[in-house]
């Protein structure tokens, strides 16, 4: 075949505008083996192009993936990706072959605006997917571990959104480990992450059931500031959730001293609350919320701001959160030739949501059906968790069964 005939054959680059949804527009190329290219990137901005820590998951991305190419213009305002195949190569030069498998991204301090979860929801999406296992671990000047204006904390990644992998049977080898806590703008954190169970194909979802709140679980942390902060938001939290429910524990873990961050200064001090709802059926919801350098917030206001939260996520209903409903909607459409469906709150259907579904859909992935849910499984009323069925809906989801193309078939 000559030059000409392969740059003929050769797949034609989506285009897409401005820098909304880069993250997940990335996600989905790599998924699908589609080439993208993104352009008007905040042209009008004083700082106009690629931002630190978008640069920065461009740096994760090449390295979870083989043969991947990114061409960024001089003023970063224009971005063309081609994927390469999911997983990590280990480097031929490393001395054992356990250590080289371990992938280290160091976050810079302009980052810190972002908190981890920024870069952990991406990579676990593109995990199952692998041809080998993830592991990855977050450090550097800009890895913050808490809550922050945008991202929502490690310690609810950990309890929110891993779970929701067990419904795909994804079960086996995960692990989100926090090893240094963090504050904003401060950073200095350090997190673990292991994923060791790669699939062929995610099975068809049916999650119809919300169920009702059984169980409510919660990690109350401070970091360089008095422990006593954090048994005044535990109790601060618990007199809100306790006229609901009774099964509540909250656990407490104190750090003496902030982690250093640029220039060996000392972290950011700080505390926060991340609380987590289990139902009857598993689904879950989720809040958290913590100190802010520029608003003064005490124990007792971020203690029952949090449980205020909790129990708004509740009240949206349906069986997935919105931190959590992009997570399960990828998991769907690389799924079997098959219908899911899942019910949701009206709440969790936002407008960022369904510019997702129309991302999935110019990638050529599966039909999506939005309709009223009529059914009344799992909600009766009283207590946590009771719901009018008006508030639902059914989404269905056509899966593109692709699948996990570099793993080989059993």
Request: proline share 5%; hydrophobic share 35%.
């Amino acid at each position: 075949m000559s030059s000409k005939q392969a740059l003929s054959n050769a797949p034609q680059a989506l285009a897409f505008t401005t820098s909304a949804s880069l993250r997940h527009r990335l996600v989905q190329a790599t998924l699908t083996g589609k080439p993208i290219k993104i352009t008007s990137i905040r042209p009008t901005s004083l700082t106009p192009g690629l931002l630190p820590h978008e640069v920065s998951f461009l740096r994760l991305l090449d390295s979870l993936t083989n043969g991947g190419v990114f061409q960024i213009s001089e003023t970063g305002t224009t971005l063309l990706y081609k994927p390469g195949l999911i997983g990590h190569t280990p480097s031929p030069n490393s001395a054992t072959s356990s250590a080289s498998k371990i992938i280290k991204h160091e976050i810079s301090a302009e980052s810190s605006a972002r908190g981890v979860t920024y870069f952990l929801e991406p990579a676990c999406i593109l995990a199952p997917f692998s041809k080998s296992p993830f592991h990855v671990v977050f450090c550097g000047p800009g890895c913050v571990t808490s809550a922050t204006d945008s991202d929502y904390s490690v310690d609810t990644f950990r309890t929110a959104i891993l779970p929701l992998y067990a419904h795909f049977n994804i079960i086996a080898k995960l692990e989100c480990r926090i090893t240094k806590r963090s504050c904003s703008p401060g950073g200095g954190g350090e997190v673990n992450l292991t994923f060791g169970h790669q699939i062929r194909l995610p099975p068809t979802l049916h999650l119809r059931n919300p169920g009702r709140v059984k169980r409510i679980r919660g990690v109350s942390y401070t970091i360089g500031v008095s422990a006593g902060n954090s048994q005044r938001m535990i109790h601060s939290a618990r007199e809100v959730l306790n006229r609901f429910i009774n099964d509540i524990y909250i656990y407490s873990e104190v750090v003496a001293r902030a982690p250093s961050a640029q220039g060996g200064k000392r972290g950011t001090p700080g505390f926060g609350m991340s609380l987590v709802a289990t139902s009857s059926t598993d689904c879950i919801y989720s809040a958290d919320w913590g100190s802010n350098p520029d608003v003064i917030r005490t124990p007792e206001e971020v203690g029952r701001g949090c449980a205020l939260r909790l129990l708004e996520e509740i009240a949206k209903g349906g069986c997935v959160q919105r931190i959590g409903v992009k997570t399960m909607v990828s998991l769907m459409m690389m799924g079997s030739e098959d219908v899911g469906r899942v019910v949701l709150g009206r709440g969790v259907v936002d407008e960022d949501f369904v510019g997702h579904l129309r991302d999935w859909k110019a990638f050529g992935c599966g039909e999506v059906l939005v309709k009223e849910w009529s059914g009344s499984e799992g909600l009766a009323g009283g207590g946590l968790g009771g719901m009018d069925a008006g508030q639902l809906i059914s989404l269905g989801v056509v899966g593109k069964g692709v699948g996990n193309v570099g793993r080989k078939v059993a």
